[in-house]
């Protein structure tokens, strides 16, 4: 256990080519309904409380992530949403699940901090062993398992301490990433992990040093666009072929089909005005 610190149609043919290659892993995700979302509140760049949401809006766009989930065989879990806790759609930030273990999610603004153990109660009753976090993390916003490895975010949301934590939690090689642009407050909004190997990622949204760590150990991965990052394109979830992601990504789904993966596109532009996109809707459990 370590921790760092930090289309044309040869595009087709290729895109063919590495397709063969990949393969769909089974999926279990938590989702969250929108039934109180909304923006009442202030707590990063994409949120402007004084512009109105329509919660009937976000309910069908969510709903659309849902079933597509299903349509491609996820087994999809559901947490019920609570009265006040307008965030608590975006599952992802509810927790860390790996190895049957929940490591609970501690926020950094008291309007979210009641989600933690709102979230870690409910993995606990799916049978996870659920741990009590110390220090200040935001679950899968800023933890992305890629292979055997947890890649960690600090910056904005999660202290770096937490990722001493994590890895003494879960046994694994942590390695810490900064992240610099208050836009990409979360490591889920700069990075994305499309299969054990590859990610794709907003260079300019780390400090130096984490761009020579992701580029070290990454070097086959896709660049994004800073176009298709400011509309969360790289907010994306992915079982290794299926990538689901912003259609509003254009760049980013042409680069993914020539490398091979099937892009599924929907539009969550009323929940991106809280802050957040596909993989902030999705915790993934692993068992």
């Known amino acids: 256990m370590t921790l760092t610190t930090p289309q044309d149609t040869t595009s087709t043919r290729e895109g063919e080519q590495h397709s063969a290659t990949k393969k769909a892993q089974p999926k279990t995700v938590l989702m969250c309904r929108p039934d109180y979302f909304t923006v009442s509140y202030r707590i990063n760049p994409w949120m402007f409380p004084e512009n109105p949401t329509d919660q009937s809006l976000a309910a069908t766009q969510w709903q659309s992530l849902y079933d597509t989930y299903l349509r ?10 609570l009265p006040g806790l307008p965030d ?8 860390f699940v790996l190895d049957g273990i929940a490591y609970e999610a501690k926020f950094r603004y008291p309007e979210r901090q009641p989600e933690g153990p709102a979230y870690l109660a409910h993995l606990a009753g799916l049978g996870f062993d659920a741990r009590e976090a110390v220090e200040k993390n935001e679950g899968e916003g800023d933890f992305l398992l890629v292979g055997d490895v947890i890649l960690a975010a600090h910056g904005f949301r999660s202290e770096s301490d937490s990722h001493r934590e994590v890895a003494e939690v879960f046994g694994r090689d942590v390695v810490s990433l900064k992240l610099i642009n208050p836009s990409f407050y979360h490591l889920d909004t700069a990075l994305a992990v499309l299969d054990d190997e590859t990610i794709a990622y907003l260079p300019s949204a780390f400090d130096d040093q984490s761009r020579a760590i992701l ?43 020539a490398r091979g993966y099937n892009t599924h596109s929907v539009d969550l532009s009323e929940l991106l005005l809280g802050g957040g996109g596909v993989k902030c809707c999705t915790l993934e459990l692993r068992k």
């Open 88 to 95: 608590m759609v975006y599952a992802a930030n509810g927790g």
């Open 215 to 257: 580029e070290e150990r990454y070097p086959e991965a896709i660049i994004a666009t800073e176009e298709d990052a400011a509309v969360l394109g790289l907010n994306l979830f992915s079982d290794g072929l299926n990538v689901v992601m912003a259609e509003q990504a254009h760049t980013l789904r042409v680069e993914l089909e």
């Open 72 to 81: 491609l065989g996820f087994d999809v879990q559901l947490i019920d949403p």
